[in-house]
């Protein structure tokens, strides 16, 4: 019995080290899904500054037209 136990502790011991040494496989999904985070916020980010962008040169044509239709009133 005591030789049971003896053995038990020593396994649990050696694979309490070892999991120290081996490589985490969560550690790296949480990178990959870090770095997919940040790729998508910089992609969202340029396209509203585009989109912006757009709608900065479309609205004078819109509210110079809508004025030159008041205007003819």
Do not use: C, W
């Amino acid at each position: 019995m005591l030789i049971t136990i003896i053995t038990i502790l020593a396994i649990g011991v050696i694979l309490f080290v070892l999991s120290y040494f081996m490589n985490d496989r969560l550690e790296e999904v949480e990178n990959q899904l870090e770095q997919f985070s940040i790729t998508t916020m910089q992609d969202s980010y340029q396209m509203k500054k585009k989109i912006k962008i757009l709608e900065e040169e479309l609205l004078p044509e819109n509210t110079s037209h809508s004025t030159v239709s008041n205007d003819k009133d």
